[in-house]
Each structure stands twice: as C-alpha cells, then as structure tokens.
C-alpha cells in the first residue's frame, strides 16, 4: 500500500513569503505527525494531531507556524512571513494511532529553502 | 526533558568490518528507544527498537541493548556491507513523541 506521500518535495521561497507544505498519511491512521530536521541535526517534533484536532503543538517555534488537519487525512504545515532560519527539511509522519504502542511511518519530507 | 545523545561521524569503515554507534539517553520515565535509518534519497525508517530495560531490539544484522544502568542504546553489526551507508538515528519515544538524536553517517567502502 502506498505510504506517506508529501507535496512539494522541493520548495525554494523568499525571505517573508508565506507556505504551505502537504502531508497525505497512510490510509486509515488516525494520527500525525510533523517534525523538523535541520541541517546536521535530528528530527524535532513540531505538533501532534488525533484526527483533525491537534493534541500537541508545544514544539512549534513560534505563531508563524500553523498546522491544520481538517477532514482527519489530509494536514497541512503552513509559515508565514517565512525567515532563513525556517530552512530545513519538514517530515510528516503517521501511525494507526497514537502511543507507545505504534509505530509512526514517515514520509519522504519537504525540503524548504528560504533565500 | 528528555534528550538523546549519539556518537558523532562521519564513520567511514571498509566492508566486512564491525559497526558501533553509541547512544545515551536522559529521560524522566522509562521511555522506548529506537534506531532509524536514512538512505540516500529515502525517508526514515524504523531499523530496530526496544520498549523496556534489557531488552535486544535487532534487524538486517543489526542489534542494541537497552541497558538502563548506563542510559545507553549502543548500535552494533559485526559486519558491515555497502549496502549500510546511510544515516543512522538514536531516538526515545515518550507516549507518542519521539526525540532524536542529531545523526550519525556512516560511508562503508568495498
């Protein structure tokens, strides 16, 4: 079956612009997941949905960073007014469900550029 | 909270030799640990885990022991192909959050 799949895999924007980054989970999981990963570093967590409600945005670096979930599939990480410093790969990840329990599959990532 | 600490690379290695990647870990709990890989060109995948102390998570060769007396999660393969470069994560899982460490590229040589 087809696994996590995340649009664009590429995006290159300038200094203030406003993103969108997609994550399509595999079917059927009912939580998600965004990380970022910078360059040299380890993915960090970001925020945490169950279903369309986000459970845990404590790892969002400030309130240019929104992500929604609205129909329970589908999220999107959106940055406005975007800064070199957001440059990084995102990674969205999901799992049937959230806990110890079960393992998160991750998608191939975003890589984000802002020049 | 809680934080993983892994060895720092680039390893480069020749083929058929040994592998060790160390990990520690700081937790409050007693969280899961894991090692994930990344391929050239793929995403992250989950290579082996571990949910409680003493525990031997292993795959493809690979083996680590959760041993909560030193923290550690140490990565280990007796002999490696060309087939394992690629960059290897230490991480904890606390209920659903995972924390990684920063990565350790290992390049094996034929």
């Known amino acids: 079956g087809a696994g996590v799949s995340q649009t664009p895999s590429n995006k290159v924007t300038e200094k203030g612009k406003y993103v969108e980054l997609r994550c399509d989970p595999i079917s059927g999981h009912t939580a998600l997941y965004w990380y970022r990963q910078s360059l040299g570093q380890g993915p960090e967590f970001l925020i945490y949905f169950q279903g369309t409600g986000a459970a845990d945005d404590s790892g969002l670096p400030n309130d240019r960073f929104f992500a929604v979930r609205p129909e329970g599939s589908v999220s999107t990480l959106k940055i406005q007014r975007t800064e070199r410093g957001d440059s990084a790969v995102y990674l969205c990840a999901s799992s049937p469900l959230a806990g110890e329990l079960y393992e998160q599959f991750f998608g191939p990532g975003t890589r984000l550029t802002v020049l | 909270g809680d934080s993983v600490t892994q060895m720092e690379g680039p390893v480069t290695l020749s083929e058929e030799a040994c592998l060790t990647i160390?990990?520690?870990?700081?937790?409050?709990?007693?969280?899961?640990l894991f090692w994930y890989v990344q391929y050239p060109g793929e995403g992250l995948q989950l290579l082996l885990k571990a949910t409680k102390a003493d525990d031997k998570g292993s795959n493809k060769g690979f083996e680590a022991t959760y041993r909560k007396e030193t923290t550690s999660f140490h990565l280990e393969k007796g002999s490696v192909q060309v087939s394992d470069s690629a960059v290897y994560f230490c991480a904890l899982r606390d209920d659903y959050k995972l924390s990684f460490g920063a990565g350790t590229t290992v390049t094996v040589r034929a």
């Open positions: 160390n990990c520690t870990y700081t937790a409050t709990g007693y969280p899961s």
